[in-house]
């Protein structure tokens, strides 16, 4: 069965930085790309980054301030986060790429990054 | 201001068949494959169509989609009360080298 679980979420100040775990099991991590989505309150979902192993996209909004990395001996994505703004404010979806990019077939229960002073 | 453009209600009663637009560009759904999901309240998304057309394992034939061009739709047949949900377009987008959603329809059943 396979499994996704983000932990690392919280509330964070204006500035400050927050790393997101996602934890896989159930499929071989390493040859999958995974993938960030997130969901402001009441919103829509926006795409943040994708790791495909040797590459990393991000989108526009988090260029040069979000860094995906993945651990593949662990199983583990990451997504550190830096000079986090109150539009950060969202749930955190780790998602299983079904293909390069673009459609994702599992999702994990997601993680919720408050930024507020 | 969503990338994709959907309509962000529909409606319908049980029995019926109804239909959720996507709008795009060439940059998106003109050049690439369109993926469907259904998000029920305070559940994460799953995936309901991926490359235009395809159902994964497990999602009833009751739902369908298909491209044209520049535009998406996703049809839902024999209406259900649990398929009360939003639901989301998505594709790559070439210009933005990366994943753009549609804003979500909120689906209700009458």
């Known amino acids: 069965e396979v499994q996704l679980l983000e932990s690392g979420g919280g509330l964070i100040q204006p500035g400050g930085s927050l790393r997101l775990s996602c934890a896989v099991s159930g499929f071989t991590f390493s040859t999958y790309a995974m993938s960030w989505v997130r969901q402001a309150p009441g919103k829509g979902l926006e795409w943040v980054s994708t790791?495909?192993?040797?590459?990393?996209y991000y989108a526009d909004s988090v260029k040069g301030r979000f860094t995906i990395s993945r651990d593949n001996s662990k199983n583990t994505l990451y997504l550190q986060m830096s000079s986090l703004r109150a539009e950060d404010t969202a749930i955190y979806y780790c998602a299983k790429n079904l293909d390069s990019i673009g459609s994702y077939d599992y999702w994990g229960q997601g993680t919720l990054v408050t930024v507020s002073s | 201001q969503s990338v994709l453009t959907q309509p962000p209600s529909a409606s319908g009663t049980p029995g019926q068949r109804v239909t959720i637009s996507c709008s795009g560009s060439s940059s998106n759904i003109g050049s690439n494959t369109v993926n469907w999901y259904q998000q029920l309240p305070g559940t994460a998304p799953k995936l309901l169509i991926y490359?235009?057309?395809q159902r994964p394992s497990g999602v009833p034939d009751r739902f369908s989609a298909s491209k044209s061009g520049a535009s998406a739709s996703l049809a839902i047949s024999g209406l259900q009360s649990e398929d009360e949900a939003d639901y989301y377009c998505?594709?790559?987008?070439?210009?933005?080298?990366?994943?753009?959603f549609g804003g979500g329809t909120k689906l209700t059943v009458l």
């Open positions: 998505a594709a790559r987008d070439d210009s933005l080298n990366g994943v753009v």
């Open positions: 490359s235009n057309n």
């Open positions: 790791s495909t192993g040797s590459n990393t």
